[in-house]
């Protein structure tokens, strides 16, 4: 278990961009993955991109790859979701995640869950 905290959501027009911010707590995370999940009311929880420590390697929803991407600062134990080319349907509350071992897309297979960080696309 990790403790994490997102920031960076706001209201943005549709083609506009956001940058998510998922810190983490101290202990290291070089075997970690770090997931980022969606879920808009009404609708169930949805992978988006997920990251490796161990190695760097990312996977991305085939429905957010162009536009999303996944980086980090590993000084600060924190990754970021820049959401590019934002529209409507992308309108939900974003949450990390973090799993020990390799990436994955289930959210049941992630035990530490952020707080969340609403983003809103108006048309």
């Known amino acids: 278990q990790v403790q994490l905290v997102e920031s960076g959501g706001g209201l943005v027009q549709a083609g506009g961009s956001l940058r998510l911010s998922c810190a983490a707590s101290?202990?290291?995370?070089?075997?970690?993955?770090m997931g980022w999940f969606r879920q808009a009311p009404g609708k169930e929880r949805e992978f988006v991109a997920a990251?490796?420590?161990?190695?760097?390697?990312?996977y991305y929803a085939g429905s957010v790859k162009g536009r999303f991407t996944v980086s980090r600062d590993n000084a600060k134990n924190t990754v970021y979701l820049q959401v590019n080319s934002l529209k409507p349907e992308d309108t939900a509350s974003y949450y990390c995640?973090?799993?020990?071992?390799?990436?994955?897309?289930?959210?049941?297979?992630?035990?530490?869950w952020g707080q969340g960080t609403q983003v809103t696309v108006s048309s």
């Open positions: 995640a973090a799993r020990l071992g390799p990436i994955r897309w289930g959210s049941a297979s992630y035990d530490s």
């Open positions: 101290g202990r290291t995370l070089s075997s970690y993955t």
């Open positions: 990251f490796s420590w161990s190695d760097g390697s990312t």
